[in-house]
């Protein structure tokens, strides 16, 4: 099994900024593609940012320009720089990885909550 811890979540003004990582251990597996994805309240999970193993990203219109998705490869940790952060990224985030060779394939991390105040 993959497991997947994250950290970084926390209260913070609208404008501000928060880092989120995120690390992967799981002994025989190789990590491929690490994302982040958000669920408010009362609406369905979402999307954020992916990076593969080789660095290509994609981000969600909503955060083009203020997020920035990263990894560090020899640690299997992948980070999420929030910069002018909105009310409306107010959510859980919680941290994906894809990983081989042995199902289910993909995991998730049990969530950290950031909270932006207008």
């Known amino acids: 099994q993959v497991q997947l811890v994250e950290s970084g979540g926390g209260l913070v003004q609208a404008g501000g900024s928060l880092r989120l990582s995120c690390a992967a251990s799981?002994?025989?597996?190789?990590?491929?593609?690490m994302g982040w994805y958000r669920q408010a309240p009362g609406k369905q999970r979402e999307l954020v940012a992916r990076i593969t193993s080789i660095g290509t990203t994609i981000y969600a219109d909503s955060v083009k320009g203020r997020f920035t998705i990263s990894r560090d490869n020899a640690k299997n940790t992948v980070y999420l720089q929030m910069t002018s952060l909105k009310s409306e990224d107010t959510a859980v985030y919680y941290c994906?990885?894809?990983?081989?060779?042995?199902?289910?394939?993909?995991?998730w991390g049990q969530g950290t909550q950031v909270t932006v105040s207008s």
């Open positions: 799981g002994n025989g597996f190789t990590i491929n593609t």
């Open positions: 994906n990885a894809e990983a081989l060779p042995y199902p289910p394939y993909t995991y």
